[in-house]
């Protein structure tokens, strides 16, 4: 199935250090949602963006849609431990998707702390 | 509950072998999706209900995958004759509404199915 292109694959930072990731895709979206995940739990939403050109923040998060509605990246700004996980980018509505929400999710970055 | 629950947490089945996960939806969501995720992979979208009405089941990989939500609250999903490529972990995650605007899917802890 379809997949958004994610990058990196992997990050291994120290603490304290900043981190950005990003995300592509051939199909334009209407709305770019970024999601953590952490072992043997589900997805959870970190920031939602509705509109293209948007930039939001949420405490360290910061997270923009891109322009042309084929991208979005993520910056977590001062990373502690506790960051430690996968981060999912996910596409909804618009060309790539569909009325009711189907989400398309990017393939994960997989983020290491080190205290 | 507060959230979506799903179980059982963990499944493991032989190859050949029937299986049925659960998904309990948090009260008085009407959409409540399926997706499958593979080792390393991000989630990949199965199925869609919107209230009790499958309106969409294009991501189910074969006719072995078979999903149901009688009532329009609890759904199962439920694979036969499981294979090796099955195994994986199925999400199931449920919002409000019908038409999604700003609305939040809220995503269960998973199943991991593991087939033998």
């Known amino acids: 199935g379809q997949q958004l292109n994610q990058s990196p694959q992997s990050m291994f930072i120290q603490e304290g250090e900043d981190v950005s990731m990003n995300c592509t895709s051939s199909?334009?979206?209407?709305?770019w949602l970024w999601y953590k995940q952490d072992p043997g739990e589900g997805p959870v939403l970190l920031i939602a963006?509705?509109?293209?050109?948007e930039l939001t923040s949420n405490g360290r998060l910061t997270a923009q849609f891109g322009i042309t509605r084929k991208d979005s990246f993520l910056n977590i700004s001062a990373s502690i431990p506790s960051d430690v996980g996968i981060y999912f980018c996910?596409?909804?509505?618009?060309?790539?998707?569909?009325?009711?929400?189907?989400?398309?999710f990017g393939q994960g970055t997989i983020l290491t702390v080190h205290p | 509950g507060a959230g979506v629950s799903q179980s059982p947490r963990y499944k493991v089945a032989k190859r050949g072998q029937d299986v049925a996960l659960r998904c309990d939806p948090i009260?008085?969501?009407?959409?409540l999706f399926w997706y499958q995720q593979a080792l390393g992979q991000g989630p990949e979208f199965l199925t869609y209900?919107?209230?009790?009405?499958?309106?969409?089941k294009s991501g189910l990989p074969s006719d072995r995958f078979f999903a149901e939500r009688p009532e329009g609250s609890v759904s199962t999903l439920k694979i036969q004759r499981t294979q090796q490529e099955d195994s994986a972990v199925y999400l199931c995650?449920?919002?409000?509404?019908?038409?999604?605007?700003?609305?939040?899917?809220?995503f269960g802890p998973g199943t991991r199915l593991t087939v033998l």
């Open positions: 009260s008085g969501h009407v959409s």
């Open positions: 995650a449920s919002n409000l509404l019908r038409i999604t605007g700003t609305d939040t899917q809220y």
């Open positions: 963006l509705y509109k293209a050109g």
């Open positions: 209900f919107q209230n009790e009405a499958q309106l969409d």
């Open positions: 996910a596409g909804r509505g618009g060309a790539g998707g569909t009325s009711y929400g189907k989400l398309t």
């Open positions: 199909s334009i979206f209407n709305t």
